[in-house]
C-alpha cells in the first residue's frame, strides 16, 4: 500500500472559494490528510492567470505560464501564504509539517517562505496551539534558473521534488500539450539528454549535501524513463494513484 504522499496539491480549495478560503476549513481538511497518511508533503498553491480568480487577477496574461504564478504570486499576496501555513501547521499535531514551494527561481524565494513559516508557527504558539518545533520547506526544481541554482536551493531547502515534467517543457521550450505539433510533442514524450543531465546534477547535490530527493511527474510512467532515473540514482518516485500500479510494475521489471 502506499505509506507517503509525495505531493498534495492545495489548489483546489483556494479554486472552490474563488481564492478566499477559510483557515478554520482548510485546517479540518488538512487534519484529514494527516490522520490518513502522516508522511505527507503539501504543495503550496500553484495558482495562475487561467484559474480566473478575481481576488488575484482581473484578466488573463498574455503568457499564464510564465507570469503570476506558484511562489510568485504567494509573495505579491503574502496572505494566502500565511493562510495556507498556518492551516498546515495546526492540522500537523505531532507530524512534521513539509511544504513544497512551486516555481521556484531562487534561494529568496524559499527564504522567504521559510520567514513566514516560523512567524506562522510563533503566532500560533502564542495562540495556545499545540504546534511542532519546525517546519520543512522544500524547494520544486521545474525552472531552468533553479536547475542552474542546484547547489544554492538544495542547500537553504529541506528536501527537494523534481516535476520532471515541467522542467523538461522549460528545459527544452516545448509545450507537452501541443500535440497538433508533433515536432514539439514528441521532444517532450521521450528522455532527452538535458533532461537526464539535469536530474543527474539534481541528484548527485542531494547526496553530497544528505537532503531527500523525489521526483515527480506524469511521463514517469514512460517507457524507459523511470528505469533511466534508477540508473541515474534516484530512489524515490512520486505519481497520481491512477498510476501507481503501472509505475510500480516498470520499476520492478
Do not use: W
Not at 487561467?50 to 484578466?59: E, N, V
Not at 513539509?98 to 524565494?109: K, S, T
Not at 524513463?225 to 509505475?247: I, Y
Request: glycine content about 6%.
Amino acid at each position: 500500500g502506499v505509506n507517503s504522499v509525495g505531493m498534495y496539491r492545495t489548489e483546489l480549495p483556494v479554486i472552490q472559494r474563488q481564492g478566499r478560503p477559510r483557515e478554520e476549513s482548510l485546517s479540518v481538511l488538512y487534519q484529514q490528510v494527516f490522520n490518513a497518511c502522516p508522511d505527507v508533503c503539501f504543495r503550496l498553491p500553484d495558482l495562475k492567470s487561467t484559474h480566473s480568480l478575481q481576488a488575484f487577477s482581473s484578466s488573463e496574461e498574455p503568457n499564464p505560464a510564465l507570469g503570476l504564478r506558484g511562489v510568485r504570486l504567494l509573495r505579491e499576496f503574502p496572505d494566502l501564504l500565511k493562510l495556507q501555513l498556518r492551516s498546515i501547521i495546526r492540522a500537523a499535531g505531532n507530524n512534521i509539517p513539509r511544504v513544497a514551494v512551486p516555481f521556484v527561481a531562487d534561494i529568496d524565494d524559499i527564504n522567504e517562505v521559510r520567514h513566514y513559516a516560523e512567524g506562522c508557527r510563533e503566532e500560533l504558539r502564542l495562540e495556545g496551539e499545540s504546534v511542532p518545533h519546525f517546519v520543512e520547506v522544500g524547494c520544486i526544481f521545474e525552472t531552468p534558473s533553479s536547475a542552474l541554482l542546484a547547489r544554492d536551493l538544495i542547500q537553504v531547502s529541506d528536501f527537494s521534488l523534481v516535476d520532471v515534467d515541467t522542467l523538461a517543457e522549460s528545459l527544452l521550450m516545448c509545450d507537452r500539450s501541443s500535440s497538433s505539433h508533433p515536432y514539439v510533442f514528441n521532444r517532450t514524450r521521450v528522455v532527452h539528454p538535458v533532461t537526464l543531465r539535469a536530474i543527474r546534477k539534481l541528484v548527485g547535490l542531494s547526496i553530497s549535501f544528505e537532503k531527500e530527493l523525489c521526483i515527480v511527474g506524469e511521463s514517469l510512467v514512460q517507457e524507459g524513463l523511470s528505469q533511466l532515473l534508477v540508473g541515474v540514482g534516484v530512489r524515490r518516485f512520486g505519481v497520481r494513484p491512477a498510476l501507481l500500479r503501472q509505475a510500480h510494475a516498470m520499476l520492478t521489471e
